[in-house]
């Protein structure tokens, strides 16, 4: 947990039942969209054709500035929402050989590399790092290292967050359309970042992990997951946030519909693994106001589908290390030291150091679950829990 998220949670779990206050005014605020980015990202989701049109163009604009970019061992983050996924894209985004999308590429994200032209010749004003949208105490920066390649799949896969159906991509998923376009896309954002590998942070990427293995035969997944209970409260908490903020600031929907975000707020969508039943009731739930059953049984859903795959694909598992975010708090230097490892990432004693003093463990609250709810959790998700590790009462 950074620094951030701790003072954050800690201000609000002292007491266990502020947990569930309302968002802060300066939170809501933070949701408002400006109109420039609001009409640009409008046309784009309107006219995803176009769109792909444009980052065709941009391709050849790129021309010998990429003609010479390998595409060595993508890195790819994803898990559920609030499991420590941002956190480890910040890390390695510090990375010098690593390159990923920031804040700015938004909303022309099928241009980097005319986009990134621009900004070169416009004048850049100075920026103060705010807090973001989330409220989780993380300030960013139009800099800041973010997840947008949700934009690019939504054009290819239109249906991809439709909870009717499947979301799974698998290796028999054949849209050479789309793997010609998203390679050059990576590659226009190695030569823009002046990079060597590339990053992505995508929670829905958990239901395309043997895709883009397919894709890329030398990819490097990290998967974080937390304990279901603080990761439920924290989803929870968020919930609420989004709803508040999209109420507020109604172009804040059409934004998140527009990114690819839909996990929270009041356009929330369940990814479906496979199981149209479990999530038509997932969505009931939400529907009929049972948040607490509602996420458990999505928690307990997507983690049993995500280590289904790995116990039945050992080339997959190999390329996946599950991060647990509590031993990522717990033993940091240890744990960060195999999460770069893994990606093929060398890193000094010192830079690592530093790393690890980002995360800290919140052992002082709990949250704010009466003990019913409590008991319906550890119901819910501890078969599931315990497949990772988790004991059923840890909190």
Known sequence: MTDEDQNEEQSENENPRTARSAPSDAAIASFAVPTWMHRVGGWQQRHPRAAIKLGNFDTRMAGDAIADIAIDAPIYVAGLARSGTTILLELLAAHPEVGTHQYRDFPPIFTPWLWD???????????????????????????????????????????IHDPG?????????????????????????????????????GNYNLMRLSYLQTLFKDASFLLPIRDPVWHIASLMKQQRLFEAGEKAHPRALEHMRRVGHFEFGLDRRAINPGD?????HIEKLWADGQEVEGWARYWALVYADLKDRLESDARLNDACLVVRFEDMCRDSLEILRQVYSHCGLSISDDDLATAADRLHEPGYYKPAFSDAELEQIREITGPVAARYGYANDNV
């Open 165 to 201: 159906h499947s979301s799974l991509l698998d290796r028999d998923t054949d849209r050479p359309d789309f793997a010609r376009f998203y390679a050059e896309h990576m590659r226009k954002v190695l030569a823009v970042r002046g990079a060597r590998r590339y990053l992505a942070k």
């Open 117 to 159: 032209r621009w900004l070169a010749r416009v004048p850049q004003p100075d920026e103060t790092a705010t807090e973001r949208a989330h409220g989780d105490g993380i300030a960013v920066t139009s800099r800041s290292p973010e997840a947008f390649e949700e934009v690019l799949w939504m054009a290819f896969f239109p249906d």
């Open 276 to 280: 149209n039943a479990a999530v038509e």
